[in-house]
T-cell receptor, first 109, second 114 residues
Framework: GQNIDQPTEMTATEGAIVQINCTYQ??????LFWYQQHAGEAPTFLSY??LDGLEEKGRFSSFLSRSKGYSYLLLKELQMKDSASYLC??????????WGAGTKLIIKP | ETGVTQTPRHLVMGMTNKKSLKCEQH?????MYWYKQSAKKPLELMFV???????ENNSVPSRFSPECPNSSHLFLHLHTLQPEDSALYLC?????????????FGPGTRLTVT
């Protein structure tokens, strides 16, 4: 079956580093996306991985291992504004994204 | 207007009402999507349109009826809804060619069925 797992909630301290994991089991794979969603707002695109390895984008990095069905989002130098939900999604074909339920990240001063 | 817009932002309707949600994208994309987002659940894809043609319909009840008159506009017509249909309804668009083809979301319509 299709399944994407990510932790429900994580807490981290301002200025620290946090890693949000995502494991997936899907019938196809055509890329993995990470989105950020602040409370009451729309999801916004953060990163995309289609090949194994690390993609770095400023304070955010995303890693993919297709053989393990595993990805993580790494957030460095955490800021209070990083408090949000982080959604992992796998694209199976051309359009269909299978979504995880999201990880709520709480940043404490 | 830029990006993806949705109206109304909030909607309260009775189970016997008929209403429509509107989405418009100003990004020149040719794929548009309707999602349902309920608390603590994954986003549920409802419908996908590519070049105005419906390409996905994920077993959505017939009380939800989509309409895509052109590549920039998408509607979701609602009738005889149930209280469990209360949720955030998100519209998104994407380019169907090239990588990564990420989806851009509108702000959503918060729907409450009474």
């Amino acid at each position: 079956g299709q399944n994407i797992d990510q932790p429900t909630e994580m807490t981290a301290t301002e200025g620290a580093i946090v890693q949000i994991n995502c494991t997936y089991q899907t019938s196809g794979f055509n890329g993995l996306f990470w989105y950020q969603q602040h409370a009451g707002e729309a999801p916004t695109f953060l990163s995309y991985n289609v090949l194994d390895g690390l993609e770095e984008k400023g304070r955010f990095s995303s890693f993919l291992s297709r053989s393990k069905g595993y990805s993580y989002l790494l957030l460095k130098e955490l800021q209070m504004k990083d408090s949000a939900s982080y959604l992992c999604a796998v694209r199976e074909g051309n359009y269909q994204l299978i979504w995880g339920a999201g990880t709520k990240l709480i940043i404490k001063p | 207007e830029t990006g993806v817009t949705q109206t109304p932002r909030h909607l309260v309707m009775g189970m016997t009402n008929k209403k429509s949600l509107k989405c418009e994208q100003h990004l020149g994309h040719n794929a548009m999507y309707w999602y349902k987002q309920s608390a603590k659940k994954p986003l549920e894809l409802m419908f996908v349109y590519n070049f105005k043609e419906q390409t996905e319909n994920n077993s959505v009840p017939s009380r939800f009826s989509p309409e895509c008159p052109n590549s920039s506009h998408l509607f979701l017509h609602l009738h005889t809804l149930q209280p469990e249909d209360s949720a955030l309804y998100l519209c998104a668009s994407s380019q169907d060619r090239g990588e990564p083809g990420e989806q851009y979301f509108g702000p959503g319509t918060r729907l409450t069925v009474t």
